[in-house]
């Protein structure tokens, strides 16, 4: 079972402007809750044990987010430059942790647990929940391979 997740929430929120103007997408409310917040719950609840969440646009309010907390050594924050890629932001970050970990976006909270538990306990080296969308960056082709689509 895969007991460290890492959070991506260092991105500038563009498309969620106005809400992430002065607060970061992390911090966003979902019924009242931060994402973030929703996130944490729910992987403590399915026994992760190790949480990295990777920082960089107003990086300082998700850490003082998470310091509220009082989670102790379960959530460590890591703040890079708020320029970086999402990818760049996780290879600077490897260092961090150790062994299989679980890959998430802040701002694609996945409210069913079943979701969550099959992806932790997963034998696959690699493994994508996908939600079928109209537009995005991966998509399955007619082998059901997954395909990424960079913007550039």
């Not at 809400?19 to 970061?24: A, K, R, S, V």
């Not at 990086?59 to 989670?71: I, T």
Request: contains cysteine.
């Amino acid at each position: 079972m895969i007991d460290t997740a890492v959070i991506l929430a260092g991105g500038k929120g563009e498309r969620m402007m106005p809400l992430t103007e002065f607060q970061p997408k992390a911090l966003v409310p979902i019924q009242g809750v931060p994402v973030l917040k929703l996130q944490i719950d729910q992987l403590i609840r399915n026994n992760v044990t190790k949480i990295i969440v990777l920082t960089g646009h107003l990086g300082e309010q998700v850490h003082d987010y998470v310091a509220s907390l009082n989670l102790g050594p379960i959530v460590k924050c890591v703040q890079s430059e708020p320029e970086l890629a999402p990818a760049e932001r996780l290879a600077q970050a490897f260092k961090t942790f150790l062994g299989p970990y679980m890959l998430l976006y802040c701002d694609n909270f996945i409210p069913n647990d079943n979701v969550i538990r099959q992806q932790l306990n997963t034998k696959s080296g690699v493994s994508l929940v996908l939600q079928k969308r109209g537009e995005g960056n991966i998509f399955i082709n007619e082998n059901l391979s997954a395909v990424y689509v960079s913007k550039e």
